[in-house]
């Protein structure tokens, strides 16, 4: 019974009415969450019980870390996981966008063009590409040019647009998710079509995509569909809400091969780089990811029939078929974008108790708000979410690592609102 959450949680019993009809109407997307979670979940599982993981695997090293079983095999389990020929899986990824940026200087060489194919990257990308000024280190710097092709109005792939740019092209980019961006996120089906036009007119090109927050929600990977090179965070998806820090690039093994001699240094790659005690939880992390995934999403679908019913304009609807973890929410004010929130802030497990409220961060041109009550600071599988102090007043939600407990900060974040006049 709904209402028991009342004896917890003061919330109204308006709004816990509607949330008991949203359930209804998002039962059928659930089911199709729980089918996909199942499959993937069957699919790690079997990848563990194919490479024999045993307690040996998953302790650690130390120094150098030369054979280490736990880490070489991880790489193994979740190569297969990805459907890929190889992966590079390590805890000293300090982030996607490190993942990210290794992958690309470990493939590009000077006088190589990458185009980004699929509009502008993720923010953190442009320092990286070299598109804010010059003597940092970026791509730009060490001569690797830079092309884009936008999406079309209708959030589309280009793919006239794609086939005149990625002729002679070292490397084609693709964002799966949107970020934090208005564009709308790629199916891996999409993604398919955007590789065959790609390998069409030039099938050298290397197709790389940035997979943060896309995995484990379809039932297949973008490698499935041709790409070469998928590179992800373990605080979002793929780490399951456990590995403590990480990320991972997978693909082709000569590529991976390239961006272990980046991660570490040619000649050295992949050999060295101890795990510390690191590979349990990546063992774990990755166990888990399938099923925290499926919590996160149907947290975010519920969230979004739940603020349409109230009257508010979310992307995606609940019933848009999902590829990733992300739900734009339009408020429309800034006490809305604040009481959200608030409520998200007090259904987190940790420091439930403080009020977020919105801050000049470095970087960034307006005041931001952030609700984050993580057991792993920055992760995102964990129920949070963001905006910048600016019109349409949106913010940016995604994760919960149980479905019971996101629903909660859900059902808050919504009497928060509802407080400041609904
Ligand atoms: C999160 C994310 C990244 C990387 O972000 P980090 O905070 O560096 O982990 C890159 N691309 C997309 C689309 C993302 O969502």
């Known amino acids: 019974m709904n209402n028991d959450l009342t004896q917890f949680f ?18 059928p997307v659930f089911e199709r969450i729980d089918s996909i979670a199942a499959y993937n979940e069957a699919k790690v599982l079997a990848a563990f019980g194919r490479h024999k993981i045993s307690a040996a695997h998953l302790t650690g090293s130390n120094g150098y870390g030369y054979d280490d079983l736990g880490r070489d095999t991880l790489d193994k389990v979740f190569a297969d996981v990805m459907g890929t020929e190889d992966a590079l899986v390590r805890h000293t990824f300090v982030s996607g966008t490190h993942a990210l940026t290794v992958a690309l200087f470990g493939v590009l060489r000077a006088g190589d063009r990458m185009v980004a194919v699929t509009g502008a990257p993720y923010d953190t990308l442009e320092e990286v590409i070299g598109l804010r000024g010059e003597g940092n280190g970026s791509l730009k710097d060490f001569g690797v040019s830079y092309d884009q092709v936008d999406l079309l109005p209708d959030g ?40 065959a036009a790609i390998k069409e007119v030039s099938p050298e090109t290397i197709v790389f995509v940035d997979n943060c927050y896309g995995e484990f929600v379809e039932y297949q990977e973008p490698s ?25 690039i997978a693909g082709r093994h000569d590529l991976v091969e390239l961006c272990g001699y980046r991660l570490t240094s040619p000649g050295i ?112 599988i964990e129920l949070s979410a963001d905006g910048p102090m600016r019109e349409p007043y949106a913010v940016w939600m995604q994760g919960g690592l149980t479905w019971n407990t996101g629903k909660i900060g859900v059902l808050l974040a919504a009497a928060e609102c509802l407080k400041e006049g609904n």
């Open 224 to 248: 499935a569909v041709g790409a070469d090179l998928l590179v992800g965070s373990l605080i979002k998806n793929a780490g399951g809400g456990i590995a403590e820090t990480g990320g991972y």
């Open 269 to 380: 790659g992949r050999e060295a780089g101890c795990s510390l005690n690191q590979n349990r939880p990546m063992y774990l992390g990755l166990f888990y990811a399938p099923s925290v995934t499926a919590s996160a999403i149907k947290t975010s679908v519920f969230a979004s029939a739940l603020f349409e019913k109230l009257g508010y304009n979310v992307s995606p609807r609940y019933d848009e078929p999902r590829t990733d973890l992300i739900l734009q929410l339009v408020l429309g004010s800034r006490e809305k974008m604040c009481a959200f929130c608030t409520g998200i802030q007090h259904g987190s497990p940790i420091d439930s108790h403080v009020t977020p409220v919105p801050w000049a961060m470095p970087g960034y041109n307006d005041e931001v708000i952030m609700a984050a009550g993580a057991f792993t600071l920055g992760s995102s």
């Open 10 to 27: 003061d919330l109204p019993a308006g709004l816990l009415r509607q949330a008991e009809e949203c359930e209804q109407l998002i039962r």
């Open 156 to 195: 589309t792939p280009d793919y006239e647009g794609i086939k005149k740019a990625v002729k002679g092209a070292k490397l084609a980019h693709i964002q799966r998710s949107r970020g934090y961006a208005t564009r709308p996120s790629l199916t891996v089906e999409t993604i398919g079509k955007i590789v």
